[in-house]
């Protein structure tokens, strides 16, 4: 017989801990996954980049930008062009948060492939087309 002033059998405390536990686990998973990398970013949803901001960090890299006429669809694309040469190109690098870094480094990978593949389908007599890369546009320029 157990006495009246004994502890509570030890399945139940240990049954109630792992649960405990499992709710921690939890939580901490779904605050690593969504609550903790937005926080780290200092990325705030809330807060949307102005036109000014736009234009601004387009021409830091030598573009020129083009921002929605106003009066005409709010939901337009800021867009940041740069001339090299004759052609007018897009810099996707600039975004209405800043350089982007990750689509600069596409453009550049994108740029050396087309550098390869002209290299390995170049014929005798055949004017081989040059894919330069400028890393303070992030933009890979074609000549011909």
Known sequence: MADVGSRA???PRRHRTL???GLVLVLVAVFLTVGLPRFLAGDDGSVSP???DFAKVCRQHGGTPRTPEPGTN???ERRCT???GGEVYLM???TPTGFDEDTARFQRQGCEEARREERAAA???HRRRLFIYH???GVCEHRP
């Open 50 to 52: 102005t036109d000014a």
């Open 82 to 84: 740069v001339r090299y």
């Open 74 to 76: 709010p939901t337009a």
């Open 19 to 21: 649960l405990n536990a």
């Open 135 to 137: 890393p303070d546009t």
């Open 9 to 11: 059998p030890e399945a």
């Open 92 to 94: 996707d690098a600039i």
């Open 123 to 125: 014929r005798p007599g």
